[in-house]
């Protein structure tokens, strides 16, 4: 198993903990700090009214309280926020595509490679500007966990290197085999005919029905 260089401990952990032995990771990253933005609008208006309240009259118990109950209930909920954008990681290696996300239960979405069918890739203007954007998979079979991953960041290269993987003539074990990307066996080998044309075992001929 290997992994790009020069990742975050947090990260480096997950590609360890959640890839096999044998896969290795092509694109590790989590989603990019805009996803913070509307937190944190809503965050500091709460925060100042919390604060105002705390400091209103300090010896009125009931104000105090109050204050002291929102601005708490404020940073835990800001904390709850950073912490899922720092713990969720965008995994994609050579077999199948990985979401790791939670600060006290961790979970793990996954999708085999073989089984996506097509990849839109969606940039609204403030995502162009800041430089993130929104993958949106279609696959084979039932919805998947992964149909949508938005505020992933270095949207032109992220880009390119899945659609490698998913679409390029090189795509390894990922256009064939298991639905973990695991390679098919080889045909067992038979009796080569003349001009390299494998052909089978004949059939044996079956006995002669009695009257």
Do not use: C
């Not at 904390?79 to 990985?98: D, N, Y």
């Not at 390679?183 to 038979?190: I, R």
């Amino acid at each position: 198993m290997s992994a790009p260089a020069g990742l975050p401990t947090r990260a480096a952990k997950d590609v360890r903990k959640y890839l096999l032995d044998d896969e290795d990771a092509v694109v590790v990253t989590r989603r990019h700090w805009a996803v913070l933005i509307v937190p944190t609008l809503k965050f500091l208006p709460v925060l100042l009214i919390g604060g105002w309240l705390l400091v209103l009259d300090p010896e009125n118990r009931v104000t105090s309280t109050v204050g002291m109950l929102v601005v708490l209930a404020a940073l835990l909920t800001y904390a709850m926020r950073v912490g899922e954008w720092w713990m969720r990681h965008f995994i994609v290696s050579r077999r199948r595509v990985l979401l790791t996300s939670g600060v006290i239960v961790r979970t793990v979405t996954l999708l085999p490679l073989r089984r996506i069918t097509d990849l839109t890739w969606k940039e609204t203007f403030l995502g162009q500007i800041l430089g993130y954007g929104t993958f949106r998979f279609e696959s084979a079979g039932q919805q998947q966990g992964l149909s949508e991953i938005t505020f992933l960041p270095r949207a032109g290269d992220l880009y390119r290197e899945v659609s490698g993987l998913l679409f390029g003539s090189d795509w390894g074990s990922a256009s064939g085999g298991d639905d973990e990307g695991n390679p098919e066996a080889p045909p067992p080998a038979g009796p080569v005919a003349s001009g390299g044309r494998r052909d089978t075992e004949p059939i044996p001929q079956l006995p002669p029905r009695e009257p």
